[in-house]
């Protein structure tokens, strides 16, 4: 499903993010992606939805280049991509409904259909009762699950998160790690770069850990392995 | 799986297009403040522009119409006979650069000036002393020297009279206020364009995460493109209404106080209509074109993401 071949990354202030990388996920793999900050994590998770591209290398998703992918086509792979990020990344002037229902449009879904599938995402993370309420009336965990009701909401078959709950306390946490869970148990592939020991070492699932733009680490059920 | 997306992008929907005009609205009104700096910004640049156009306009008006008076009279010699007098006619005629060539009789000359001067001057209808004249317009009021010269060249002619030396003064005059006022339109529309996309450009820095996270959630540039450039096309719309409605009520002010007041003279302002239909669609075309410019040009750079 995703596989790197040697990708090689140096940015052009000179600094060398990833560093000739290998590694081979498959369909509805659960991966954490651990290292200390400045790893090349963040990096490594950008390859996958083309935020960036390799120096050098093949970045293989369902066996096409993305790196030779046309910028014209980027948005078509990112709509079977979805991706949450640590600051959420919604769009502050849309409630809640509008904010889901955006990646639906974007794919120039019929409105009778958008309505019932952004309904049905948002009863998914709890968050109906909100649904025309904006990002600045909620709290950080409720806009995390808006975020990932966006992210699901076309049905991708990968999800990218970066550090998802970087930003909320640790029972926020956990309620978002149980709707990745479920998410990942309809057979999504799910990719999470964090910093959280405690999520790691109790849903065990596969770790990579990178350091110095290598993986010096992947072991299934692993453990944090770090002591921040 | 991306490679099951269709490779080619379609046309845009109908209803894509519907949602994209609904969403520029919406965000007209969400933006608030921003909206209206922009459209006051509009506002200002285009009144600033309508009513410099207006100004400009009818000083042509009047350089044009002080120009058309202009003309050559030509006095033809005693020895010449009716036969020649009409020979004559056709020759000033069809020379190049004659509009029109209108005869009069010493005679016919002689009741202007008893009419202009008084019955004293009745006393020359024994012995007239003036000569037959023809009246020579030129095509090209600046080309009147030459047209003058061409006719002095013919037979029975015996002298010609176009105002020579205060024409010159007078189109060099009428150039001068000319290229000025194309160079202070053109220096206002150039400020104008500047202030606008500008105005345009900070709302649009101000919501470039927005535009990030559409790019992040599979937009494809167009998608992105099309609700801001419409945003821009309204602030362009809402941003001309003042300033049309400003200036037509202003030239209506202007033309019932003014032209009563110049009737029968030399010059005459821009007619009400269709003058300010015109000036107006201007503004409005100004307005649209200026908004939607604004906003392409300056979301370009943020598209690369």
């Known amino acids: ?82 991706v949450v990020f640590q600051d959420f990344k919604l769009l502050p002037r849309l409630n809640v409904y509008e904010n889901v229902a955006f990646a639906l449009e974007v794919i120039e879904e019929k409105p009778r259909i958008i309505k019932d599938r952004v309904m049905e995402v948002l009863d998914m993370v709890g968050l109906k009762h909100k649904a025309k309420m904006f990002p600045r009336e909620l709290s950080g965990g409720e806009q995390q699950r808006v975020s990932i009701a966006r992210s699901i909401v076309n049905t991708p078959k990968i999800m990218i998160a970066d550090e998802p709950t970087g930003n909320l306390d640790p029972d926020t946490s956990w309620d978002i790690m149980n709707l990745f869970e479920q998410i990942n148990s309809t057979g999504t592939t799910i990719i999470m770069a964090t910093h959280n020991r405690e999520i790691v070492n109790k849903l065990r699932h596969r770790v990579i850990a990178i350091e110095g733009g290598l993986i010096v680490r992947d072991a299934a059920g692993g453990d944090y392995g770090y002591e921040d | 799986m991306y490679a099951t997306q269709p490779e080619v992008i379609t046309a845009m929907k109908i209803r894509t297009f519907g949602r994209h005009i609904k969403e520029s609205l ?3 009104g969400r933006n608030g403040w921003m909206t209206f700096a922009s459209v006051s910004a509009v506002t200002v640049t285009l009144l ?22 202009v003309e050559i009279k030509v006095f033809v010699s005693l020895e010449a ?18 509009e029109s060539a209108d005869f009069s009789t010493k005679e ?58 205060k024409i010159e003064k007078l189109f060099n005059f009428l150039n001068a206020g000319r290229n000025v006022g194309l160079v202070l339109i053109l220096a206002l529309l150039f400020t104008a364009m500047f202030l606008i996309s500008n105005t345009i450009r900070i709302t649009i820095v101000a919501r470039r995460t927005e535009i990030e996270i559409m790019k992040l959630v599979g937009a494809t540039n167009w998608f992105v493109r099309v609700p801001f450039i419409l945003e821009g096309m309204w602030l362009g719309i809402l941003g001309s209404i003042i300033p049309i409605g400003l200036v037509v009520l202003l030239y209506q002010k202007i033309t019932e106080f003014v032209q009563p007041r110049l009737s029968g003279e030399l010059f005459q302002l821009l007619e009400f209509s269709p003058f300010i239909y015109q000036v107006s669609a201007l503004i409005l075309a100004m307005g649209v074109f200026i908004g939607i410019w604004g906003s392409f040009m300056s979301i370009r750079k943020f598209l690369r993401v």
Not at chain 2, 81 to 98: H, K, N, Y
């Open chain 1, 1 to 82: 499903m995703i596989q790197m071949k040697n990708v090689y990354k140096k940015y052009p202030n000179g600094i060398v993010a990833l560093n000739g990388l290998n590694v081979e996920i498959d369909q509805g793999e659960f991966v954490y992606i651990v290292g200390p900050s400045g790893a090349g994590k963040s990096t490594f998770i950008k390859m996958m939805y083309r935020e960036e591209r390799p120096s050098s290398g093949q970045m293989l998703v369902d066996g096409k280049d993305i790196a030779k992918l046309k910028n014209r086509k980027v948005p078509f792979l990112r709509r079977d991509i979805g």
């Open chain 2, 26 to 28: 919406k965000s007209l």
């Open chain 2, 48 to 69: 600033l522009v309508g009513v410099f156009v207006m100004i400009m306009m009818n000083l042509n008006k009047v350089a044009d119409d002080l120009e058309n008076d």
């Open chain 2, 81 to 98: 006979e009716e036969e020649q007098i009409a020979e004559l006619e056709e020759e000033i005629s069809g020379l190049s650069g004659v």
């Open chain 2, 108 to 165: 016919e000359e002689l009741t202007d000036l008893v009419l202009d001067f008084g019955e004293e001057l009745s006393l020359f209808e024994q012995s007239n002393p003036l000569f037959d004249v023809f009246y020579v317009k030129a095509t090209e009021p600046q080309q009147t020297e030459a047209v003058a010269n061409d006719i002095a060249a013919l037979e029975y002619i015996e002298d010609v009279e176009y105002g020579e030396g």
